[in-house]
T-cell receptor, first 112, second 116 residues
């Protein structure tokens, strides 16, 4: 089987740093992606890790440890507009088939 | 590019009726995905196509659901007959795999389906 676990809710204040963790159990792991979804909106791609280490994209960074089956999304200099749900998703297969399995999502609330 | 286009954006129907959801992927994308999102079950992959061919339909809940992709620019998801438990937001997404780059799925705005 396969499973992804991430916290259901996280709260932080504007300007702070927040880390959203994701642990996974799956066969044939290929990579870990992160998506953001605002209330009433569609998921949008944030970041991808195919190899161990840190990927940085502006205020957002994502980390992967394949040996620990663990990754996280780091959001810095939080802004009110960052209040949204964040999903980790795994790609599986010997090659990148394009198929993603999504976690249940973490709702981030940014307070002033 | 206009992005992934879905229609209708909202659909309210009565139990037992047929529902057809439509999707136009981003031009040049060769993968198309149908997802269903509910509070209880989260974001579930129903089926996906590569080059118009269904690759994996293991997420389709039952025979009442069917999906087609007659050409590279159009796909439908049909529910017949619909039931109240089918109420959800249905997303279509498309992507293309470029060597050395991760797959990135582009989601449409979704269709909010309510079955009474």
């Amino acid at each position: 089987g396969q499973s992804l676990e991430q916290p259901s809710e996280v709260t932080a204040v504007e300007g702070a740093i927040v880390q959203i963790n994701c642990t996974y159990q799956t066969s044939g792991f290929y990579g870990l992606s992160w998506y953001q979804q605002h209330d009433g909106g569609a998921p949008t791609f944030l970041s991808y890790n195919g190899l161990d280490g840190l990927e940085e994209t502006g205020r957002f960074s994502s980390f992967l440890s394949r040996s620990d089956s663990y990754g996280y999304l780091l959001l810095q200099e939080l802004q009110m507009k960052d209040s949204a749900s964040y999903f980790c998703a795994v790609s599986r297969g010997s090659s990148n088939t394009g198929k993603l399995i999504f976690g249940q999502g973490t709702t981030l609330q940014v307070k002033p | 590019d206009a992005g992934v286009i879905q229609s209708p954006r909202h659909e309210v129907t009565e139990m037992g009726q047929e529902v057809t959801l439509r999707c136009k992927p981003i031009s040049g994308h060769d993968y198309l995905f149908w997802y269903r999102q509910t509070m209880m079950r989260g974001l579930e992959l129903l089926i996906y196509f590569n080059n118009n061919v269904p690759i994996d339909d293991s997420g389709m809940p039952e025979d009442r659901f069917s999906a087609k992709m007659p050409n590279a620019s159009f796909s439908t998801l049909k529910i017949q007959p619909s039931e109240p438990r089918d109420s959800a937001v249905y997303f279509c997404a498309s992507s293309t795999l470029t060597s050395g780059r991760p797959d990135t799925q582009y989601f449409g705005p979704g269709t909010r389906l309510t079955v009474l």
